[in-house]
């Protein structure tokens, strides 16, 4: 598929399609070579992020949604030459607000870190430094970026620290992470990444470590963070309650692949990919009287050294015999379901929709 | 089957030249139930509230500071381990962590094979056709009999501790946390074998968790605890349909709900600041200091755990959600 035709399936919304998205993230890959073979951990991935918008990456361990983001970021170490130590080997295309950025050096890439892309990660504990304060982590990434003095950093740093919601800001500034609890520490790491004001925000797994009624204040944070500074947003997270809550577009990954790709609202009431049907009937409703047995999907997620053939799903999938063999052999690519609303399946729209009416909806 | 008393779990911090005890967390304090036969009773509550504690107190893992624990009508509290250790044929724990549960060193065989051993109970047809059988049991393969925990994935690792839990025929397993561990397509097949196991070979299960919508999947009763105490006792069902005490209202209202259709009718209880520390838990009722309902009766008197409606136990002075009340609109949530 060419990259006008990528783009043009990954749009979100007829309003939209005018619109250049801020990211988008044209057949992405990037493999790692190991001592056991080639691990493809993503493995021809597009997808776009329009501004103010909150973009959900859902998948299981494995499926590559770290990876992801941190090739966004230009986290991967490349190597920049034959002899240099083996790294990640990206190809594709990654477009921020139009600029492509993997065929940038790293130097050009380190100025746009922090400064109009900025990360958050599952556990603050190990991404920020124990040997620094907390406002000195702030104020050393705002001044990066921001030609100012201390003083005026440590200010935008106390203001930042109240923003996020950590009481006592001008006395806690100066507090080890050590000395955060598990939320109050994710909410400095929230302010480290928002201090620049960045345009984009990744949020890799930010509560999957805490406690539901901290996960709660974690996420209504970014939601109005988002909504001020008008930012988008990026969250990975196995959550499907959490991207239900938060996402307004969610991409399904499995395998390093996009499975399924539409707005949060047709995703949770009419997925089209067997592998979300999965996902969707194994967890267990918090909010419904017990009444039939889990859905699990049979089986376990694919080594990424040897991912199976034709669709990567085929093994587990309960629907993979009606395709004459072809999940077997052919690689499933993106189709349209609805405006908005793409699937990698070799099933066909009438077979999904029986199968929906008939197996799935009542179940759900 | 099993019972606890008033269970109270204190553990000591020491300091100076003399260690002598300075503090203590109180891990837990005053807990009491009871788990029928073939019950499934879950135990639910955050980091910190002592639920963990309490499963290791009633394995005896663990010594009771003070209290009681009684299974199948004999007093445990203070057995010594030689006086225990038959009893832990009936007693079995599976762990959170499927990775750190098993030893790497020996073969899936000798690690399932382990309680026989240690026993010395000799099965029919020998160790190696009883672990086999057992491996069957869980969904493994037999033949695997030789292999490494890690040659094995997060899931069926659990598997493997589970086979483990089981051979020796217990009456009661404990599971500590069995599935926070696993991706969510792994969860739902672990948790639909506990299920089939439960029938299966008769079990009852103590169930600790902090996901409450696992929690609801499989329990017949839970206890919400805060920490060190039981606030809240009462069956699935009428707990989450119509919570009582402030602090399982406030949990439930943030539970994120895979529904987008929910997104914006959601009222949700914010709690302010965080969890106390258990070293010095606040006097009186220990939530009251996040508490919006807290008033000066809060602060001064502990609000026993009492039975305010048949088989539903609240330690609270304003619980929400009594008959006589209108339903609070925070908990007037879908009633699917």
Redesign the interface.
Known sequence: MTTAALRDLVTRSPEQADQQPFLEVVDLKVHFSTDDGLVKSVDGLSFAVDRGRTLGIVG??GSGKSVTSLAIMGLHSRPTSEKSRPGAQLSGEIFLDGEELLSKTPEYVRGLRGKRMAMIFQDPLSAMNPYYPVGKQIVEAYRIHNPVTTKAARKHAIDLLGRVGIPEPSRRIDAYPHQF????RQRAMIAMALSCDPELLIADEPTTAL???????I??LIRDLQREFNSSVILIT????????LADDVLVMYAGRAMEYGS??QL??RPAHPYTW?????????????SE??????G??PSLIHVPPGCPFHPRCAYAGRNSGRSEEERPELVPVEPGHTVACHLSRVEREQIWEHEIARRL | MIAVEALVKHFPIRAGILRRQVAAVQAVDGVSFAVGKGETFSIVG??GCGKSTTARLLTRLLEPTAGKITFEGRDITHISDTAMRPLRRDVQMIFQDPYSSLNPRHTVGKIVGAPFRLQGVSPEGGVKKAVQDLLAAVGLNPEHYNRYPHEF?G??RQRIGIARTLALRPRLIVADEPVSAL???????I??LL?DLQGEFDLTYVFIA?D???V???SDRVAVMYLGKIVELAD??GL?RAPMHPYTV???????????R??NERE?I??SG??PSPISPPPACRFHTRCWKAQEICRTKEPPLAELLPGRFVACHFPENLPEQAPSSASA??Q?
């Open positions: 299981e361990s609890s598990g939320g109050m406690d539901v009624t901290v996960q709660a204040q996420l209504d196995h959550d499907l309650g959490v991207v239900a809550e949060a609202e949770f009431n999965g996902l969707l009937g194994s967890i267990p409703r918090f909010d419904r009287n017990r047995r889990l859905l699990a999907i049979k376990t997620p | 955050e980091s994935s899931g069926q991706d969510v397509s792994i969860q739902a097949q948790i639909n299920e902090h409450l919508s696992v609801r999947y499989v699935a069902d989450y406030a949990l439930m209202s943030a539970v994120p709900v895979p529904d987008t929910r997104r949700r914010l709690l965080d969890v949530r879908d699917r």
